[in-house]
C-alpha cells in the first residue's frame, strides 16, 4: 500500500468513526521503522532544502552516519537551494514531499524537515505514519493541537524524534543537569529570558490594515504546496525565504525562533510543564498581522513537588532590555556602562540568554549550548570548589539522532520533551497575538477565561486536501 492509498483509508476510517463508536485505528495498516544495524548508514531523506534546512542536512552527512537519497523542496533550483542540489547530485528530487513519499518510500529510513513553522506538522505527520524516523527544526509545529498530535503520534508509530534544537546536545545541557543533580542548581523561582536582536519586522509598518498584496508566483517555486494546510494567501515574497517568520499565520516570532535555544534545559530539568497563567507585560506595535517591535511575556509555572512555582519572563525588541541584577559583570553589557554596586542596572546591549534566580544562587547564561557562570563573581569563587564533574557529550545533535535511529543512543530533545516546551511558546504567541493577559488550565489544555485564545490553540482550519493528517 502506498502513500495515496493509506492517507485514502485514514480518511474514510475517520470519517466513519465519526457516524460510529467502533475503533479502527488497528485496521490502518502498519509500517514500522526498518532495523537498522550499527555498520549501515541511515538512509534520510530531507525535506527543506534551502537555508536554515540547508545547514541542517550539511551536518546530518557530516557526521558519516547517513546516505542522503531525497531531496525535496517547493523551490527545487532557486538560488538557496542548488548548493544541496549540487553536493548530492544523485539523490532522488521532488517539489511534493506526498510525491516524494509515493515514489520513494520505500528507501527511507528517517526524514529532516527544515521548512517554516507552518508546514512542519503535514509532512511530520506523515513521515512517522509511515515508520520513519524524524528530526524537525524548532519549533515543533505552528499550534499547540499540531505539537499535541505530533506526540500522540510518535508514540503511536514507535519512531525516534528529534527536535532540532542543537545546543539541548552541548554543553549547557550537561552542566544543567549535573548543577541539579548536585543540588547547586535549586529552588528556582524566576528566570529571565531575553533576545533582543534585531528582527526582520521591525521595520514593517504597525498600522497596516491588510497582509501584502498578491505577486506573481516564481517559475520555480511550488506556492499551493508551499502554503500546505493554511488557508489562501496569495504570493508575496515577505512570505518566503525566512521572511515568514514575521507573520502570525506562518511563524513564531522571536519566541518561537530562539526560546528552544534559551530555556530548553531550564525548561527539562526543572520539569516545568505547562504554565497557569502568560500576561502580555508590554507589546510595541501591536498589531494583527506580525509581531510586536517589542514583547515582555510572563509565565507562570505552578509548583511541581519538591519545586516552588516559577516565573519566566521574556523579553524582545530592541528598546526592551530587560534589567539585570547587581554583580552581573560587564562582559555582553555595553562597555561605556560601569558595573552596578547595588540593584539593578538597565543595559544598552545584550546578547541573547538568561539570567535565573533561585532562592541561594543567581546564574547567567547565553543561548544554544553556552554555559551558565554563578553571579556574582565574588560566590562563583566561593563556590568553585562545590562544582561537580560535568561529562562530556557523546555526540552531537546530528549523530545523536542517527545514532538513536540505529538503537544506539536516545535522542536528547525527542517530541515528549520538546513537545511541551514548543507549547509554552504557542501559549506565548497567542498572548502576544491577542495582547491579552491569560488563564490556562495544563490538565484540561484550555484557557479558561478566553474564548478566541481557545480557538487559536488549533488554529485555522486546514484547507481541503489537508486535513487527512490531522487524522494520522
Known sequence: MNRRDFLKNSSLLAGSMMLISTPFASARPKFKPRKISPNEKVNLACIGIGNRGGDIIKELYKTGLCNIVALCDTDMGANHTLEIMNQFPDAKQFHDFRVMFDKVGNSIDAVCIGT???????????AMSLGKHIYVEKPMAHTFQEVELMMKAAKKYGVVTQMGNQGHSEANYFQFKAWKDAGIIKDVTAITAHMNNSRRWHNFDSNMKSMPVGEPVPTSLDWDTWLGTKFWHDYNHDYINGQWRCWYDFGMGALGDWGAHILDAAHEFLELGLPTEINMLYANGHNKFFFPYSSTIEFKFPARGNMPACDITWYDGLDNLPPVPAGYGNVELDPNIPPPSTGQIQPSKL???KIIYSKELMFKGGSH?????????????????????????????????????????????PFHLAGPLSQVFCLGVIAQRLNAKLNFDPKTKKFTNNKIANELLQGSAPRKGWTEYYKL
Not at 116 to 126: A, E, Q, R
Not at 380 to 405: R, T
Request: net charge neutral.
Open 116 to 126: 517554516p513553522d507552518h508546514s512542519h506538522f503535514p509532512s511530520t505527520m506523515l
Open 351 to 353: 546578547n541573547p540568554g
Open 369 to 413: 549550548g553556552s554555559t551558565l557562570s554563578i553571579i556574582p563573581e565574588e560566590k562563583a569563587k566561593d563556590m568553585a570548589s562545590k562544582l561537580p564533574e560535568v561529562p562530556k557529550s557523546s555526540s552531537n545533535h546530528f549523530a545523536n539522532f542517527l545514532l538513536a535511529c540505529k538503537g544506539q543512543e536516545q535522542t536528547r530533545s
